[in-house]
């Protein structure tokens, strides 16, 4: 366990000379704090179940409250990374310096032996997810629907192209879109996202995400690029619209996901402007039919096959809020025109969907546990490892992280 007085001095790194000494925790609520383990400990009530927020490929997250009455959420993040403090403390300061009203604000961190965790303001009104799918609720009005596209996408396109270096979310979906009392939309989980220097046009790393969500050339490649969020972001604009999950477990809508279940219907809705078979049939019709048109644009462009055919974070944010006409948003063409007549390779997803079914089958079976920094989610939220390239493994790992067996199989 690591004192205060640990963590304000010098210490050496895994390599190279001793690090700068950590900020102390004054007063405890300050940004970018260094918190102690025991500091932690206590504002969590001893990270009690009572306090679980929720859970994710990363870890646990508790609410706790700091001396000062600070509300704050403790994100633990699973230990086995080999992430050591120099690189976790670099990525805290990038992360540190990112202000934005559509991203959850980081209030600081705690390195204690092998632990790593992350502090972030709490956002009491629950998720996108919750307020979406939750059996028994309100139906969220399409105003407010249309308030959380544009809130999240500001937040993304910040990320992406005002940040620097760049970030890349990696885990873009509707848990991870928070919500205020007023239902404002702010983006969670992008802490130690990855960091995309101006000078490479993709980052080659293990594939993490959510099934329905992943984009299909990262889940393949494991290049990642800010294409890789823009698909996940069209998936949530889906939801948005249809009201239903990327996968639904059931089947009582889909024999697949989401994403391509609507790729037709996106077509003939944005061809012929007939949206009732796409629209959340909750909605009763109540909702503006241009307001409508550009939130179904965004997705059908997000969710092309091609990467570098789906726009920009910010064209989409100018898109939504009708600065920009859809022609634009689908390279000139009328809405509908650009996925009626694009090439075959662009909309087809036929090798997608055969990749991620596999993935899928295989992965459903094995257990929850898995490598934190490189995994997916299944729609249950149980975590699996995944590497790319010419095949996939799974690493099953029991309660404690003990590895059992690895399974391979190419794609």
């Given at each position: 366990m690591m004192s205060?007085?640990?963590?304000?001095?010098?210490?050496?790194?895994?390599?190279?000379?001793?690090?700068?000494?950590?900020?102390?925790?004054?007063?405890?609520?300050?940004?970018?704090?260094?918190?102690?383990?025991?500091?932690?400990?206590?504002?969590?009530?001893?990270?009690?179940?009572?306090?679980?927020?929720?859970?994710?490929?990363f870890g646990y997250v508790h609410k706790g409250v700091l001396p000062n009455g600070k509300e704050v959420a403790v994100k633990q993040l699973k230990s086995g990374s080999g992430q050591g403090e120099r690189e976790f403390q670099a990525e805290v300061d990038?992360?540190?310096?990112?202000?934005?009203?559509?991203?959850?604000?980081?209030?600081?961190?705690?390195?204690?032996?092998?632990?790593?965790?992350l502090v972030y303001d709490?956002?009491?009104?629950?998720?996108?997810?919750?307020?979406?799918?939750?059996?028994?609720?309100?139906?969220?009005?399409?105003?407010?629907?249309?308030?959380?596209?544009?809130?999240?996408a500001k937040g993304l396109a910040y990320l992406h192209e005002d940040c620097h270096p760049r970030i890349i979310h990696r885990d873009i979906k509707s848990s991870n879109i928070l919500l205020d009392y007023k239902f404002e939309a702010l983006v969670a989980d992008f802490g130690l996202a990855k960091?995309?220097?101006?000078?490479?046009?993709?980052?080659?790393?293990?594939?993490?995400?959510?099934?329905?969500?992943?984009?299909?050339?990262?889940?393949s490649s494991g290049k990642l690029t800010e294409k890789s969020d823009v698909?996940?972001?069209?998936?949530?604009?889906?939801?948005?619209?249809?009201?239903?999950?990327?996968?639904?477990?059931?089947?009582?809508?889909?024999d697949d996901s989401l994403v391509d279940w609507a790729r037709p219907i996106l077509s003939r809705a944005l061809a012929d402007g007939d949206y009732d078979q796409l629209v959340d049939p909750r909605l009763n019709g109540n909702y503006d039919p241009m307001e409508m048109a550009r939130m179904i644009a965004c997705a059908a462009a997000s969710v092309r096959h091609s990467a570098k055919k789906r726009p920009k974070m910010s064209q989409i944010v100018r898109a939504l809020e009708g600065d920009v006409s859809l022609e634009d948003l689908n390279e000139g063409m009328r809405p509908g025109q650009s996925m009626l007549f694009s090439s075959a390779s662009d909309y087809d997803s036929g090798s997608y969907n055969a990749k991620m079914k596999r993935i899928r089958k295989m992965?459903?079976?094995?257990?929850?546990?898995?490598?934190?920094?490189?995994?997916?989610?299944?729609e249950y939220g149980h975590h699996h490892s995944i590497s790319s390239s010419d095949g996939i493994f799974f690493d099953e790992l029991n309660p404690i992280g003990n590895q059992k067996h690895r399974t391979y199989s190419p794609l």
């Open positions: 205060s007085s640990d963590m304000s001095s010098s210490y050496s790194g895994p390599h190279g000379p001793p690090l700068p000494p950590l900020s102390p925790a004054l007063g405890l609520g300050f940004n970018k704090s260094a918190f102690t383990l025991e500091e932690l400990t206590a504002c969590t009530n001893g990270f009690s179940q009572v306090n679980l927020l929720g859970q994710g490929g990038t992360i540190s310096r990112v202000h934005h009203r559509h991203l959850v604000s980081l209030v600081g961190y705690c390195i204690a032996g092998s632990q790593r965790m709490f956002v009491p009104n629950k998720t996108l997810e919750y307020h979406l799918h939750e059996k028994g609720l309100l139906v969220m009005e399409w105003s407010t629907r249309l308030k959380i596209a544009l809130g999240s960091l995309s220097s101006d000078n490479y046009t993709h980052i080659s790393t293990r594939v993490m995400g959510t099934f329905g969500y992943l984009a299909p050339e990262y889940a698909f996940s972001y069209g998936v949530v604009l889906l939801e948005l619209i249809t009201g239903r999950r990327p996968v639904d477990n059931n089947h009582t809508f889909m992965a459903l079976p094995s257990l929850e546990y898995g490598d934190e920094y490189g995994g997916i989610m299944d």
